[in-house]
């Protein structure tokens, strides 16, 4: 049941389920009466030239910053985080492809966590594989996957309004969730990340849940997503917006840190938490997350976050570094020959054949 808001207790970006609304994004820009509309284009048509793997954008070298700390262990298990983390906009971040062969070859559990509802587990994969990074899609953890199951345990048989791209539509109708978008036969408003947001969807979310009654469920808590521009706002941003107009919270949000998508994430680790990180480069998720299943964090300042936001911070990760680059201990490095692992042979986990990339996902 949701939550009413009332004037002693106004709706805001607080937590739900424990969570924060903290962020992610993707590809176009949007539009609303007279604001440009999201590019709909068809599949690949929004993708920038393909960088080959770890190389990203080259920066000019910089004095280390203060504060920086390296994991000084490996660890038996890994969670890493993809937007700003793995990779931005279309390349791989430094290091990465090394870091995960490293990861691999050490024996590690290793799985992929994104906040992001723009692309499925499959196609998450796919782009892995195709920037160097071989991935299945059992190796990817997203909101669209933890929702799914949500929605059987806790609505069973109730039709679901959406705020989203249609890949939520189909996702849905693909687990045999009816999708409506009628406000009087909803049960639920599913509110994700939204390239077309709009008003016609604000005022339908709106009348199911003030005047049916509706619960919300949010996909992700991030108010932006990072991207080579400067990051698109994300989840978060609509989510406030429905929340704002029906004076109703959102009865659980299924993306990190929340309960949901963190009891997935330990199904596929199959490893005991004291002995695994989470890695990625939000503290209000990734950290924030770590932090309530006992496991160690470790902060990348390649994404969302700055020095600035950690140094102000009241939520502070066990290891901080620049980069994925940096995330095992100096000197765990290949075998001779191969100190950047790009002689290295692919892991034992393959991708599955790729699939075409969403075209509600241009950048992710």
């Known amino acids: 049941m949701s939550t009413r808001c009332s004037p002693t207790q106004p709706c805001s970006l607080g937590s739900h389920d424990g969570s924060q609304h903290g962020g992610r994004a993707h590809g176009a820009a949007m539009t609303a009466s007279g604001v440009t509309e999201p590019d709909q284009a068809e599949p690949d048509q929004a993708e920038p030239d393909q960088a080959e793997p770890d190389q990203a954008e080259p920066r000019e070298a910089a004095p280390p910053m203060a504060g920086l700390r390296r994991p000084d262990r490996l660890f038996d298990g890994y969670a890493l985080d993809l937007d700003g983390t793995v990779y931005l906009g279309d390349a791989l971040l430094p290091g990465a492809a090394a870091t995960v062969r490293r990861i691999r070859r050490s024996g590690s559990r290793l799985v992929f966590l994104t906040n992001n509802p723009l692309r499925s587990a499959a196609s998450y994969a796919a782009r892995l594989s195709s920037l160097g990074i071989p991935a299945a899609e059992a190796d990817v953890v997203t909101p669209l996957g933890v929702l799914t199951g949500y929605l059987r345990r806790r609505h069973p048989g109730g039709a679901v309004l959406t705020v989203a791209e249609p890949l939520v539509d189909e996702t ?24 077309t947001f709009s008003y016609p969807k604000l005022l339908l979310a709106y009348r199911a849940v003030r005047h049916f009654g509706a619960a919300i469920v949010g996909t992700n808590p991030d108010p932006f997503c990072p991207t080579p521009d400067g990051g698109w706002p994300d989840c978060g941003a609509m989510l406030a917006a429905v929340e704002a107009c029906t004076e109703t919270r959102a009865e659980a949000i299924m993306g ?47 994404g969302a976050t700055t020095p600035r936001d950690l140094a102000g911070s009241p939520v502070q990760p066990d290891y901080v570094i620049e980069g994925i680059g940096q995330l095992l201990p100096a000197g765990q490095l290949l075998p001779a020959g191969q100190p950047d692992g790009t002689a290295a042979t692919p892991a034992s986990t393959t991708a599955s054949s790729p699939a075409n990339t969403p075209a509600t996902g241009s950048l992710r």
């Open 172 to 195: 849905l109708a693909a687990a045999g969730i009816t999708v409506t978008s009628e406000p009087a036969a909803a049960g639920v408003v599913v509110v994700s990340f939204d390239r």
């Open 256 to 302: 990190k840190p929340g309960e949901h998508m963190a009891a997935e994430l330990l199904r596929r680790l199959a490893a005991p938490p004291g002995g695994t990180a989470i890695v990625g480069d939000r503290l209000s998720t990734d950290v924030s997350m770590s932090r309530s299943l006992g496991m160690t964090s470790v902060l990348v300042l390649s």
